[in-house]
């Protein structure tokens, strides 16, 4: 399975984006699947994620801003941007694997699949 990340951009603080990240040649059936971001001069940092039994997770940073919804097909996971901020400029990058632990959900290094980012510029 490819993925292909979508819909970064420039927004005023307080506004809203909508990512997407597609599933090529397979689902996310079966998977976790995340997003991360890198902030300049940073390192990549959960932002939130949902497992195939559609239960969600979120960075503190991000919750009550943030969902990350799944179509029923399963090919595609969103990331849906509320009430966003300056500090929240980053390179978003979305992440797939079906071998997640619910401990190791936040890490990085877990995911084997990963789509190209899409950069996302919050001014205030």
């Known amino acids: 399975v490819q993925l292909q990340a979508s819909g970064g951009g420039l927004v005023q603080a307080g506004g809203s984006l909508r990512l997407s990240c597609a599933a090529s040649?397979?689902?996310?059936?079966?998977?976790?699947t995340a997003w991360f971001r890198q902030p300049p001069g940073k390192e990549r940092e959960f932002v939130a994620a949902?497992?195939?039994?559609?239960?969600?997770y979120y960075a503190d940073s991000v919750k009550g801003r943030f969902t990350i919804p799944r179509d029923n097909a399963k090919t595609t996971v969103s990331l849906l941007m509320n009430s966003l901020r300056p500090e929240d400029t980053a390179v978003y990058y979305c992440?797939?694997?079906?071998?997640?632990?619910?401990?190791?959900?936040?890490?990085?290094?877990?995911?084997?699949?990963w789509g190209q980012g899409t950069q996302v510029t919050v001014s205030s």
């Open positions: 992440a797939a694997d079906p071998s997640i632990i619910l401990s190791s959900i936040q890490m990085a290094q877990q995911y084997d699949n």
């Open positions: 040649g397979g689902t996310f059936n079966r998977q976790t």
């Open positions: 949902i497992r195939w039994n559609g239960y969600t």
